[in-house]
């Protein structure tokens, strides 16, 4: 436990010990994607699904942390398998070298939380479909320019469709930008309300948006109490 210690000191034990019994899929290992699987696994979570279909480019390396110069050209899954392991190697990781689609998405079953750190509207719909079918939480993050979004959404609590019923986010970082700074920045909340919520702990109820540029942390109220969508 001593690897631990610093956690420990402020929330107990037996909070740890929940975290070394959690597993959280990571979809997406991107810039949120391989910044919240290093600060889970350095956290202590028992075990890691991570997802993804994507190679690492040069242009990567700017904003997605572990990998390297040497990783160019590699699955994301392998190479942040093998730098988590260095990192923490108590941590179980299982990697999938897939895009999530409805016909492979009861790889996430085993999963207790799901984490999207995805740039992709359609996977998102499923992973929210998915979720609301077996009552699991998932937090959703996205970050473009110098703004990102960050909100768990938990059974029996307003989806995805409940606050975005249109979901159209035109822009991405390819054809917009982004800060480096924002998407660690937002990785760190996703992961901080996964923790929460894997310590029984209750979400944020809003959703957080920050702006880099000013900087700003605002709350914008959901007024929806309840799910509206069927499964």
């Known amino acids: 436990m001593d690897r631990y210690s610093r956690q420990i000191a402020f929330f107990g034990k037996s909070s740890q010990v929940k975290l070394a019994n ?29 997802i993804d279909a994507d190679f ?16 160019i050209g590699e699955l994301k899954t392998k190479a942040l398998k093998k730098h988590l392991s260095r990192i923490n ?7 999938k070298n897939i895009a999530l689609s409805k016909q492979n998405i009861t790889t996430l079953t085993k999963a207790d939380l799901i984490l999207d750190c995805t ?5 998102r719909k499923v992973i929210n479909a998915f979720c ?11 970050a473009v320019r110098d703004e990102g979004y960050v909100h768990a959404f ?36 996703q992961a901080n309300e996964c923790i929460k919520i894997l310590l029984g702990q209750k979400p944020n109820k809003n959703l957080l948006h920050l702006n880099m540029s000013l900087p700003s942390l605002t709350e914008i109220k959901i007024k929806n109490k309840a799910c509206s969508h069927k499964v």
């Not at 919240?36 to 890691?48: D, M, Q, S, T, V």
């Not at 480019?57 to 997605?64: D, F």
């Open 22 to 50: 959690s597993c959280v899929a990571i979809v997406g290992l991107g810039a949120l994607g391989s910044v919240a699987a290093e600060l889970l696994a350095r956290a202590g979570i028992g075990k890691l699904l991570l």
């Open 56 to 71: 690492i480019e040069l242009n990567n390396l700017q904003r997605q942390a572990l990998y390297d110069e040497k990783d």
């Open 89 to 95: 190697s108590r941590v179980d990781i299982d990697i």
């Open 119 to 123: 740039d992709n509207i359609e996977t």
């Open 132 to 142: 609301l079918k077996s009552k699991k939480p998932w937090i959703f993050a996205s």
């Open 154 to 189: 938990m059974p029996r609590k307003p989806c995805f469709l409940c606050l975005f019923p249109k979901a159209n986010f035109d822009e991405s970082c390819c054809s917009s930008g982004v800060l480096n700074t924002l998407t660690h920045s937002i990785a760190a909340m």
